[in-house]
């Protein structure tokens, strides 16, 4: 008889193991690298409504460093989306994009024509389209040659500040939703749970992994390439406010953290994949392009389709074999139709 325990001990003893080894890569993933990205997020885009409320004209210094420093912040947590995001559409609300039809300058255009009093609180502004709101709405404002002059400059003073307040009070109830509720959701797994175990929230995080590599790629930046007869730079993320090569390199860094912090620090998958990251981020770098206008030459398009193509890469690394490793598969795109 205690032969037979002691096999069985021997045999539930790797499973053990695993489940310690789920717990803490969880642990470590919600406590260092979801929580601080929306604190960051919450504390910027405050700082941004407080900034519009001193200077709210489009030029100035003061409110587009806020602005993108505010956005930076969303960009570094913009592949989190599950959860407190999703709910009641924020990250749409405050990241409108692509907008393949123009939706976002022309709602924008017939509040500035019709002087909407819906802009005259935050509150009111939540129900407008979210084509209107967040940080896009926002580049056009600020940086937008038509949008930014447009009708009357008290009421585009109004409207900055109101939008500003929008994404301050979306972000603050992102990261009060996490902190207050779901991050201990996923800490403390449960059969009646939103996650039934610590694999299951490793599925959540695996799919942000894979999804936000995904978007890097194919929208921010294939997007843009075109085709080789007919490129489209003006189809690249945040051109107005030449962002466009610095939201591949925030999602990067995001998404490398991300990954070295499932496979565990230190581990050889770790060095791969920093190897793997480290190869796109080098030749961003080298770039010399920030809104990716480049892609109308030959020799531009091919640089940025090199980067494009070290992503890609990344995304099989991830597939093959930390998705494995974890007994997790990417599942279900929460950014489909985006």
Not at 28 to 34: F, L, Y
Not at 55 to 69: F, I, K, M, N, V
Not at 168 to 173: C, D, H, N, R, V
């Amino acid at each position: 008889m205690i032969r037979i325990l002691a096999a069985l001990t021997i045999l539930t003893l790797p499973t053990a193991l695993a489940a310690q080894d789920d717990a803490a890569i969880v642990e470590d993933v919600v406590n260092s690298h979801i929580l601080p990205r929306f604190e960051m997020l919450a504390e910027r885009s405050d700082h941004l409504a407080d900034i519009a409320q001193e200077t709210c004209e489009a030029t100035a210094p003061p409110l587009r460093t806020a602005y993108g420093e505010a956005f930076d912040a969303w960009v570094a947590a913009s592949h989190l989306r599950f959860g407190p995001t999703e709910q009641d559409d924020r990250a749409f609300a405050l990241a409108f994009w692509p907008d393949s039809r123009g939706a976002t300058p022309k709602r924008l255009a017939e509040l500035i024509a019709d002087q909407d009093p819906i802009a005259d609180t935050a509150e009111e502004y939540a129900d407008v389209s979210i084509a209107a709101r967040g940080f896009y709405a926002l580049e056009f404002l600020l940086y937008d040659p038509a949008i930014s002059t447009m009708g009357d400059a008290t009421y585009r003073c109004q409207l900055v500040r109101t939008v500003t307040q929008d994404i301050a009070a979306t972000t603050a109830s992102i990261s009060r939703d996490w902190h207050e509720d779901y991050a201990a959701r996923m800490l403390n797994p449960a059969p009646d749970g939103t996650y039934r175990s610590e694999n299951e929230v490793l599925r959540e995080l695996f799919k942000s992994l894979t999804t936000g590599l995904e978007f890097t790629a194919d929208t921010r930046l294939s997007r843009p390439m075109g085709s080789f007869d007919r490129p489209r730079p003006t189809r690249a993320e945040a051109w107005r406010s030449g962002r466009s090569a610095r939201h591949v390199e925030l999602s990067l860094d995001a998404l490398n953290d991300l990954a070295i912090r499932m496979a565990g620090e230190g581990t050889d998958l770790a060095s791969e994949f920093n190897t793997a990251f480290a190869y796109s981020q080098t030749r961003l770098a080298r770039l010399d392009n920030p809104t990716f206008a480049g892609v109308s030459s030959a020799q531009g398009r091919l640089r940025i389709e090199v980067i494009e193509q070290g992503v890609q890469a990344i995304r099989t690394l991830a597939r093959d074999e930390l998705g494995p490793r974890l007994g997790v598969a990417a599942g279900f795109n929460s950014m489909d139709g985006d």
